[in-house]
């Protein structure tokens, strides 16, 4: 069994920058991906970056490069989402997932954290 647990969340003005993490437990990784979600309201649930824990190779989704950055502590099991330049698009609930390396769909990710709400103000 795995637990995520998010945290970092918080209201943030249009500029600004957050910093999620993502505690982990249970089993060990070696072979996993770890990624971010996010889900506004009124909106499906949509990938983020993820994160190859072994390797540490990332992917993210257009519309946050340039300004996210994704990367883990592996000594921690901890993954993190420092988020630069935030807009009001941003503003969502971020979820942590643990699934298959390098994956994109929800459906290849088998465990969630509860979520973090980030709100970014205009």
Do not use: H
């Not at 901890?78 to 298959?100: F, H, I, W």
């Amino acid at each position: 069994q795995v637990q995520l647990v998010e945290s970092g969340g918080g209201l943030v003005q249009a500029g600004g920058s957050l910093r999620l993490s993502c505690a982990a437990s249970g089993r060990t990784f070696s072979g996993d991906g770890m990624a971010w979600f996010r889900q506004a309201p009124g909106k499906e649930r949509e990938f983020v970056a993820s994160i190859r824990w072994s390797t540490g190779i990332i992917y993210y989704t257009d519309s946050v490069k340039g300004r996210f950055i994704i990367n883990r502590d592996i000594t921690k099991n901890t993954m993190y989402l420092q988020m630069n330049s935030l807009k009001p698009e941003d503003t969502a609930v971020y979820y942590c997932a643990r699934g298959r390396a390098g994956a994109v769909a929800i459906r290849d990710y088998d465990y969630w954290g509860q979520g973090t709400q980030v709100t970014v103000s205009s």
